[in-house]
């Protein structure tokens, strides 16, 4: 019963920023990892980041010094945060929830770059 509810994206200038957040509800009792993938219309999607229970972090090289994944436990809620955004940054975002059981997506999120 678990539900991953997605907010943030919208339309932003070149080089704008936003933030993503992931909020979670329902029982959770461990996670092994949460993250990020992305995906445009006739594309597979792709990973962006993702960040495990110990707090480690990887993200995908085009986004290395631009993007930053995180969490607040107490809130149950991921965050990726976005910057200097490129119109090739476009797309769905989707957040997902590892479970030693399961995987959880979200929504999907529609992140817009464009003048």
């Known amino acids: 019963q678990v539900q991953l509810v997605e907010s943030g994206g919208g339309l932003v200038q070149p080089g704008g920023s936003l933030r993503l957040s992931c909020a979670a509800s329902?029982?959770?009792?461990?996670?092994?990892?949460m993250g990020w993938y992305r995906q445009v219309p006739g594309k597979e999607r792709e990973l962006v980041a993702t960040i495990s229970r110990n707090g480690d972090t990887n993200y995908a090289d085009s986004m290395k010094g631009r993007f930053t994944i995180s969490r607040d436990n107490a809130k149950n809620t991921g965050y990726l945060q976005m910057n200097s955004l490129k119109p090739e940054d476009t797309a769905v975002y989707y957040c997902?929830?590892?479970?030693?059981?399961?995987?959880?997506w979200g929504q999907g999120t529609q992140v817009t770059v464009s003048s």
């Open positions: 997902y929830l590892l479970t030693p059981t399961r995987c959880y």
């Open positions: 329902g029982s959770i009792f461990s996670i092994s990892s």
